[in-house]
């Protein structure tokens, strides 16, 4: 873990769609101090509540609360400049369809059908540019900056290429696609940053080479000096064995948060014959006067109209003794069974020697994409979640307190589940505050063979710029 910085908590900073701030919780430990939230959903506003008593918390849905939250920040300007508004709008519509065709059709008149969820980015923009903090950090999934959504005039407009006409031609900045990993973080987790800053340090260092992105800690075989990614192993390998089985061996209480759900029958028998890093979607004949491995294995192929899907006819019995096979089934309504349908990554054990795949709300669930354990048969715990997603590196209280009554009580395990799902590693918001924070104490140094990164606009807009022009 990073050291914590040593200066005051002197840094003015406004953090929206905070989920639960776990990814704040980093920025706080970098010198950076919370104001203001605003969170939509109550309960994680409770959990703002109880782990930033000092930040006013806005809960409630950005469009009706933009005036307050606006009126709040140039309050606090007028005592002293806000340092950094950070921002993680919605995800869930940001869509992986190619950019240049739905612009092309856009042109011909065919009027796409867009994730008005994409547009809450919007009213982030918008109180940027009220406030103009040196520092806008805007965090997503990667695939935000192949998303266009219809601005205020109804045009439509890749995101990345708004964000500059919003802040104006003060700021500068760069967005960048970066893995967690490389950052010693034990998940395997990929998100875009988008940073931009007013400040004339920040856009001297972008001009030279340099970026508003720090330089990776890890890499995953340990090249060109930098560490090994961090394993599962080396994460959660001594947290203390526990079994999905019965609810006496499903959790240990000398560990907070160290508890999983039981499974059934069915689930544990899958699960218990899958072998490290392969799925149960493969598990071959268990009959001990069999034990046949030539069972084909599970797997996806294209259906007629090219889409490729999860295959329907993956046996379920053994094919040299008929042995039932500890797969994934599913029964039909006449009692018969067929192969499970969903995802062929689903009821897949991890593996020891990489960091865990990317931990999402689903965690606690067998099914979902490789969440099993490596060897145990179980989930992750909710404390192995919090290792991996370094949130047990920081104080955060997994405790709400209650905007009506100001009552403490405890954040249930769905709550935690889907809150640990839904941050960003505090460790990398740690090293990433202490970059932001170095670049605006000129101790940072450009590395002049680098490339310039300043944030280059898609071909698209340009050509639009050039046509107005015109």
């Given at each position: 873990m990073p050291e914590k910085s040593n200066s005051n908590p002197n840094l003015p900073t406004i953090s929206l769609f905070a989920g639960a701030a776990i990814g704040d919780k980093g920025l706080e430990a970098a010198g950076f101090r919370l104001e203001l939230h605003n969170e939509l959903e109550s309960d994680r506003s409770g959990l703002i509540s109880a782990n930033f008593p000092q930040s006013r918390v806005i809960s409630g849905n950005i469009l009706d609360r933009e005036t307050e939250i606006i009126a709040i920040g140039q309050k606090l300007q007028r005592r002293e400049e806000v340092f950094a508004l950070v921002a993680t709008p919605p995800c869930q519509g940001m869509s992986p369809n190619g950019l240049g065709t739905l612009?092309?059709?856009?042109?011909?008149?065919?009027?796409?059908?867009?994730?008005?969820?994409?547009r809450l980015i919007l009213p982030a923009l918008r109180i940027a540019a009220a406030l103009q903090p040196k520092w806008v950090i805007l965090e997503n999934v990667p695939r935000m900056s192949n998303t266009a959504i219809e601005d205020e005039a109804g045009t439509l407009v890749r995101i990345l290429d708004l964000i500059p006409q919003y802040l104006g031609i003060d700021y500068v900045g760069e967005a960048k696609v970066v893995e967690f990993a490389d950052y010693g973080i034990p998940q395997c987790r990929q998100r875009l940053i988008t940073i931009y800053s007013r400040l004339p340090e920040a856009r001297e260092l972008l001009e030279a080479g340099g970026s508003f992105i720090p330089e990776p800690t890890h890499q995953k075989l340990g090249n060109n000096g930098l560490a090994n990614w961090v394993t599962v192993r080396q994460a959660i390998g001594n947290f203390p064995p526990l079994d999905a089985k019965t609810a006496k061996t499903a959790r240990d209480n000398r560990i907070p948060l160290h508890r999983v759900p039981v499974l059934d029958s069915k689930k544990y028998e899958w699960i218990r014959h899958t072998p490290e890093n392969q799925s149960a979607f493969n598990n071959q004949c268990v009959n001990p006067e069999c034990g046949f491995d030539g069972n084909p294995n599970h797997g996806t192929s294209r259906d007629s109209a090219g889409i490729n899907r999860a295959r329907q006819?993956?046996?379920?019995?053994?094919?040299?003794?008929?042995?039932?096979?500890?797969?994934?089934?599913?029964?039909?309504?006449?009692?018969?069974?067929?192969?499970?349908k969903g995802y062929t990554s689903a009821y897949k054990r991890m593996s020891w020697d990489m960091p865990a795949p990317t931990l999402t709300r689903n965690l606690s669930f067998?099914?979902?994409?490789?969440?099993?354990?490596?060897?145990?048969?179980?989930?992750?715990?909710?404390?192995?979640?919090?290792?991996?997603?370094?949130?047990?590196?920081?104080?955060?209280?997994?405790?709400?307190?209650?905007?009506?009554?100001?009552?403490?009580?405890?954040?249930?395990?769905?709550?935690?589940?889907?809150?640990?799902?839904?941050?960003?590693?505090?460790?990398?918001?740690?090293?990433?505050?202490?970059?932001?924070?170095?670049?605006?104490?000129?101790?940072?140094?450009?590395?002049?063979?680098?490339?310039?990164?300043?944030?280059?606009?898609?071909?698209?807009?340009?050509h639009s710029l050039s046509k107005a022009s015109l």
């Open positions: 612009l092309k059709n856009y042109r011909l008149g065919r009027r796409p059908k867009l994730d008005q969820r994409n006819d993956t046996p379920l019995y053994c094919l040299k003794c008929g042995s039932l096979l500890p797969r994934p089934f599913a029964i039909n309504k006449d009692g018969t069974i067929r192969i499970m067998a099914c979902s994409d490789r969440k099993i354990h490596p060897v145990q048969n179980r989930v992750l715990s909710l404390a192995e979640a919090c290792q991996l997603q370094s949130i047990s590196d920081f104080d955060y209280k997994w405790e709400l307190i209650s905007a009506r009554e100001g009552k403490i009580q405890k954040a249930s395990d769905r709550l935690i589940r889907e809150a640990i799902g839904e941050s960003i590693p505090p460790r990398f918001m740690q090293i990433l505050g202490q970059h932001l924070l170095s670049i605006s104490n000129r101790e940072v140094i450009a590395d002049s063979n680098k490339p310039v990164q300043l944030q280059l606009f898609s071909e698209e807009y340009l």
